[in-house]
């Protein structure tokens, strides 16, 4: 237990994206109505905290962890409305409906698709506000050393740092994970195109909703509404074998010329040939990779913890992964509290043992998101493996059945509860089951990338 009288606690948060904002604002809130005094210092590697990706689709569970801190209001006054529907998928030729998720958005806590660089400045602004952390820029992590009671942490600018905690929040390409495991990203067969346009540039707009998913062989266009309903996300993705996107990088300044867009979305419905029209001239064209399923996500008896993309990147086709990096953030915040403060209840005996309580909390829900991403997009663009010999119209039916409920449980699980019952003695293990489940909903299969520090 640490007493007000003591140092603080210092943790140090590795990125300084989405993620890594928001765990530094959840451990702030958790530790301060716990009355433990903490001190925490963001690194982020770029010269500035700027989001230069277009939109995210959080969730109602994203939304709804933003509001209990307090700044729900913030999010609802720039994000885009979903006017009912969460996506209409549409067939790619005419635009017939093959089936609407409804959400309700007329609640204060609702569906918040916005901008990544809206949330991000939102996020940083609550930071400095609240004194929750100091934040640092130009901060590349390369490694960190384990000192006993604490961890140096070393950057690329020959500079170190200490901390009691370090949480790794630098995305798929993490430098942290990449120092306790040996794997790679791995292509996921699929590249995308992005874009935003303003709504108010449509020359027309025959859909009741701006939520819409176009599906086809092999492809599908997505767009979705954002800033308030003034502009429109575009996100296209097309499958490829991966000798024909060698030269595609995995990178959101990555751009090609529009009339590849045009190109592989030749035969699409003229609502489709007229977003194309109106993105720019060199839209962004993204590689997708995918990681294998990490099983630790803890090391240095628990001075470092994996959070987000650096423990579970998955695949866009929920709309899933900031929310799940909040919901990471939520959980370690709790826990860290409770451990810090002293709680005698077994879970928080020591930091490992807090660490191991996130994991059992979130590990499960975070890779059956990662495996139903995979799975999602299989179906989206016909390419599931009961699909692959199916046409087109023989596939339609098998898209509707298959969307129709799969978000209930992203949107509706109730974390704090999972968490409570997982901290009284009920908590999550990773069974043979639960992976059973994730590789039949698509996962990479487990035991490459195996940690090569036991501590």
Known sequence: MISKTQEPFRIAVVGGGIGGLFC???????CTEAGVPVHIDVYEQASQYKEIGAGVGLGINAARLIHKLGIGERLNSFAGYR???????????????????????????????????DLLDMLRSV???RKAATLHTSKKCMKVDDLGQTVRLHFADSSVAEANLVIGCDGIHSALRNQFVVDKPIFSGQIAYRGVIPIASLPSWPFESYSVL????????????????????????VTKPENEVADVKESWTSVCDRKDVYADF??????????????????SKWRLNDREPLNRWHYFDGKVMLLGDASHAMLPHLGAGAGQSMEDGWVLGRALSEHLSGSTKRHFASLETTAQLYQDVRLPRAQKTQATSRAAGNTYEMQAPDMLDLGFEECIPLI???????????????????YERARDGEAQ????????QSVDAGA????????IAAK
């Open 127 to 129: 930071v400095e506000e």
């Open 266 to 283: 030749a035969g699409f419905d003229k609502p489709v040939q007229e977003i194309i029209d109106l993105m720019p001239e060199q839209p």
């Open 24 to 30: 530094t604002l959840a451990i702030h809130h958790h």
């Open 214 to 237: 176009w599906s086809a062989k092999h492809r599908h266009f997505l767009v979705f509404p954002i800033a308030r309903n003034e502009q429109l996300n575009i996100v296209a993705f």
């Open 83 to 117: 006017t009912g529907v969460w996506i209409t998928f549409r067939r790619y030729d005419n635009s017939g409906e093959i089936v609407t998720i409804p959400v309700n958005d007329n609640e204060t806590i609702r569906q918040a698709p916005c901008a990544r660089s």
């Open 429 to 436: 293990k990773i069974s043979e089951a639960t992976t059973k």
């Open 400 to 418: 509707a059945k298959r969307t129709a409920e799969r978000m209930k449980w992203v949107w509706e699980e109730d974390l704090d509860a999972i």
């Open 444 to 451: 990479i299969p487990t035991g490459q990338g195996e940690a």
